[in-house]
């Protein structure tokens, strides 16, 4: 049952007059459940139970978190039918998607489980003391990584689950020891509302503190801005729009006390399309990206927004595959007015830009919130000068540049914005085209051989973040268990005498992680 | 032979007409050489040179950065007495001080020499693809740390060698990849100068790509800036004041693309003297607090400004005791005049607070630019009300601040701001005590058990940074070699050909460094 009220810790409450509804982008019509946003006091009263939350959260064992993190996903599994349904309610995406996205949920909680369970990401590094030195004896320095204290999540919009309430950023959040308190996106509320009830039913079960996980509603912007201004916070998760990740990271930088942001932002996905590979692999490339451009409506932040290649004839022949191919899938719902509002502004802005070409615009009968599938081409001289064709289009969209030469190619590459992932095309030719794959490099956190950037894989390796906008910290992975890095910053004990030393840098390794001791990786005990 | 002129890469240069003197504090009066200050266009050309020599010496093998470093290491040391001299002359620091911290900084760059040529520091994780897996074949990802860009070092004005034109910062960004624009510290623009010479030889002699270093000079602040604002430029280090960290670090983040400011700033270093060895160690700690405050005329950033204990007998013996012990205790020479200044300036006010009071201050017959120590005392409900007593002074000064009971002291490190570092000087007493150790882990980077602050190890255990405004970012150190990982990013390959994937992830591991693999931590090849 959504009650449309706020989670304070483990309370639910509304005292505020401020509500709303969520969308049904399918019906297009309102769903039912009224939301009221959280009040001032509310969110003083979520940031307090997190602050104090914090105090007991932060000492407690991996094996006591992750069997929380294991509940949680027991939690959302038991919420069955209800959240698939609201899910589809709220999204206008299919309950295929609904169980994709849910089992993706599960496997991050189960993966950031596991990896505190095991102990060794805390990157515990132990020098021993050295009295015998001289001029001066050598001290004992012993340094793990802490969680920075209370995070706030803001849920995306196109991952109502697995980038949202206990998405992938909340997971990381509770992974490393920091309390959590989600501003829920409003195009999911209910979904939110959900999730949130997994959360804080498997912390009582867990024992875990009250305050460690809230969830507030809001339908506009001052909720986040105050979460973010409130010194008690110590580090944000965003993911979104450029303009909306920017606005919170000024915010965040302004502070008097100024706290990391990271912000997942936008991107338009660079592929370039080699002479060899679009000469001799045309058709090909051409099914497999009318299926990646269109995949989920394009509300994917690795969407392919850009194609890059030299004029040819297996160009033309790639952008006549291309129109046949894209025309032939059915379009689908987008999440909500407001995102198929913004492609249609997007689209119809690009297609005024002097001298870019629409190949192709469906035009068959769709419903209403139904995106329809769009392909445009441009000349490299026409993209160079014009930065508005560089931004993102949110939806099933993508423009072909068509450049004179290789060497032009390279440049409308080095004058590129940061990406999440670039993507090169090649046939035996990649070693000829060394320099179009270092200026390329330059720009992206994942850059991807002979395939499509649709597909993000949740596992130890992958980069899902890049140069800004793509991201503001490049530095970080916003995917995959090494996104525990984002909340915790090192602290070392000097002389620290053994028995008040956290398990991790004790002499007997209780914990049995893996240690830097005096430079050797070892699970030995000093 | 110091010429005045910036190093515009490998090219001695001095167009402009802003000229400045350095300052002899010793014998209060300008040194002799005039320094010509880099104008926009010498600016210019410093940044598109390092731009231009990033793309090469980003792909520059390990083992050829450790030459390089090394080189670095061997050059410095052949300036041999022109350096110390000129050190000595710059900053009024003796002469064993000046070997000492060459010998720092020689350690500094073999440090770093050592962890590139070893490689194992780029943390390669490799997950092989799985194409049987089902409904999606998982793709290979190998990802690694790879460099930022060019970086703008600033020069720390209390030490002229381990943090300024070859120090930590640029030793480390050298080491990462990063061509290095140093803003030489106007105080010490003569040593900047001799520096860069052996940084500029050695790039020559071990062939590294013209632009990989800068040297520029500047009295005000307008270099900085322009640097820091340049698009080309990448990420920023500095040390020294909150004031001019803070606005280098609101400069950067307020770019169209913003970067990342590394910013070692002011921090007091709290000393909690519990009941215990307030009563038992009174006479032994003064003495040594005597000398730690006192130590290089307390110009570190590990002084320790301010020690917080329960009143007690034992806390008037040891205050009696710090205060008979300092003033025995010959003072020396600041740094410069306007770091004098500043410290009287901050004495004074400081003296000037309600319920402050003079404990000892040094007043002896002192030549011109000596510091004089000073030790004062005031309650907690005084040093509570009134957050000016929680500034740093910089220089022989520290505050101890009489709490009536342990209750009221934790409250009183609740209140502090970030910290470089915290101690607790206990007897058996520890346990008793673990709030107090909590509420100070919150606030440091490093935490030290019976000793004192001052003494900054260089080694893979150290923390030297903390929560703001110790640092602008907590999350990295800038002592010790794992402050490379400030000027990296990671980068993820995906279906990448080996042949083309760089050393560290091919699949014979021709470097035999250690990486992950598939979750195992292995020099294997695969």
Redesign the interface.
């Known amino acids: 049952m959504i009650t449309g009220k706020n989670y304070i810790g483990n309370v639910l409450s509304a005292t505020g007059n401020t509500t709303f509804k969520t969308f049904n982008p399918q019906k297009n019509q309102e769903n039912e459940v009224v939301f009221t946003e959280a009040t001032t006091i509310e969110i003083e009263q979520a940031v307090e139970l997190a602050r104090e939350a914090f105090?007991i959260f932060k000492?407690i064992s991996g094996v006591a978190k992750s069997k929380f993190l294991n509940e949680i996903a027991n939690q959302i599994l038991a919420l069955g039918d209800n959240l698939l349904n609201i899910y589809c309610l709220e999204s206008g995406l299919s309950k295929e998607r609904a169980i994709s996205e849910r089992t993706r949920t599960i496997f991050q909680l189960h993966s950031f489980a596991d990896l505190v369970k095991d102990g060794s990401w805390v990157e515990a590094?132990?020098?021993t003391a050295n009295l015998e030195r001289t001029p001066?004896p050598?001290?004992d320095?012993?340094?793990m990584l802490?969680p920075?204290?209370p995070i706030v999540v803001f849920g995306a919009s196109n991952f109502p689950l697995a980038y949202s309430t206990a998405g992938g950023d909340t997971a990381a959040a509770l992974a490393a020891g920091c309390p959590v308190i989600v501003k829920s996106h409003p195009m999911h509320a209910g979904t939110g509302e959900l999730v949130a009830y997994a959360v804080i039913k498997a912390a009582e079960i867990t024992g875990m503190p009250n305050g460690v996980f809230s969830n507030l509603n809001s339908s506009g912007i001052e909720v986040g801005v105050t979460l973010v201004k409130h010194p008690a916070v110590k580090a944000v998760g965003f993911t979104g729009s450029v303009r909306g990740g920017r606005s919170l990271?000024?915010t965040a930088?302004?502070r008097p006390?100024?706290i990391?942001v990271f912000a997942e932002m936008g991107s338009v996905n660079p592929v370039i399309l080699l002479p060899n590979a679009a000469s001799k692999k045309a058709v090909f490339w051409a099914k497999n990206y009318a299926k990646s451009i269109t995949q989920g409506a394009g509300q994917f932040c690795t969407n392919p927004g850009l194609i890059l290649a030299v004029k040819s004839e297996g160009l033309t022949s790639f952008i006549e595959t291309l129109a046949e191919e894209i025309i032939k899938i059915k379009p689908v719902c987008m999440l909500h007015p407001n995102i198929i509002g913004a492609f249609e502004d997007n689209k119809s802005t690009i297609q005024q830009q002097k001298g870019v070409k629409m190949v192709v615009d469906y035009n068959g009968e769709v419903s209403k919130n139904y995106g329809r599938q769009i392909i445009t081409t441009v000349d490299a001289v026409r993209f160079l000068e014009n930065t508005t064709l560089h931004q993102e289009v949110f939806g099933p969209f993508s423009m072909v540049v068509q450049c004179e030469n290789v060497e032009q190619l390279q440049v409308v590459i080095s004058k590129l914005?940061?990406q999440l992932t670039g993507t090169i095309l090649a046939e035996d030719e990649?070693?000829n085209n060394?320099e179009i794959?270092?200026a390329l490099?330059?720009k992206?956190?994942?850059?991807?051989?002979?395939?499509v950037p649709t597909?993000v894989?949740v596992?130890?390796?992958?980069?899902h973040g890049g140069?800004?906008?793509a991201s503001?910290?490049?530095?970080f992975?916003a995917v995959g268990v090494?996104s525990i890095?984002r909340w915790?910053?090192?602290?070392?004990?000097?002389?620290?005498?053994d028995k008040?030393l956290p398990n991790e840098l004790k002499n007997e390794n209780p914990l049995g992680i893996?240690r830097?001791v005096n430079?050797k990786?070892t699970v030995d005990v000093i």
């Open positions: 105090k000492t590094v132990i020098d001066v050598k001290v320095l012993r340094k802490m920075l204290g990271y000024n930088s302004q006390e100024p990391p914005e940061g990649l070693e060394l794959v270092n490099q330059n992206v956190g994942r850059i991807i051989f002979n395939g597909g894989e596992c130890d390796a992958m980069v140069p800004y906008p503001t910290d490049s530095r992975t090494n890095k915790v910053r090192p602290i070392c004990y000097q002389n620290w005498p008040l893996y830097s430079g990786h």
